[in-house]
């Protein structure tokens, strides 16, 4: 059974910074891309950030870039968000994907929702002003 574990949400000032976590289990991997979204209360699921396999291809929406970084730990079957620099705007509930097998192992950017087959539970970030 494949899961997506995601942590280290909470509530932070602005100008503040968090670790988001999301922990695969249940197959591999290290062979394809992974990704963030986050959706804020009445809003649409947004796309934050993805990161090929390798590395190799690293994509953030225009919102957070220069802000945030995704990164990845193979070895660990972990991908991470760090995010610096907070802005109450970002105040969301974050959740980490991954697409499955074939379709997830180009070195490219994964920008839309529909090309993720697995989804994690969420963590909520709140960023107070």
């Known amino acids: 059974q494949v899961q997506l574990v995601e942590s280290g949400g909470g509530l932070v000032q602005a100008g503040g910074s968090l670790r988001l976590s999301c922990a695969a289990s249940?197959?591999?991997?290290?062979?394809?891309?992974m990704g963030w979204f986050r959706q804020a209360p009445g809003k649409e699921l947004e796309f934050v950030a993805s990161i090929s396999w390798s590395g190799g291809s690293i994509g953030y929406a225009d919102s957070v870039k220069g802000r945030f970084t995704i990164s990845r730990d193979n070895s660990k079957n972990t991908l991470y968000l760090q995010m610096n620099s907070l802005k109450p705007e970002d105040t969301a509930v974050y959740y980490c994907?991954?697409?499955?097998?074939?379709?997830?192992?180009?070195?490219?950017?994964?920008?839309?929702?529909?090309?993720?087959?697995?989804w994690g539970q969420g963590t909520q970030v709140t960023v107070s002003s």
């Open positions: 249940g197959r591999p991997f290290s062979s394809v891309a």
């Open positions: 994907a991954a697409p499955d097998g074939v379709r997830g192992g180009y070195q490219r950017e994964y920008r839309a929702p529909n090309e993720y087959d697995y």
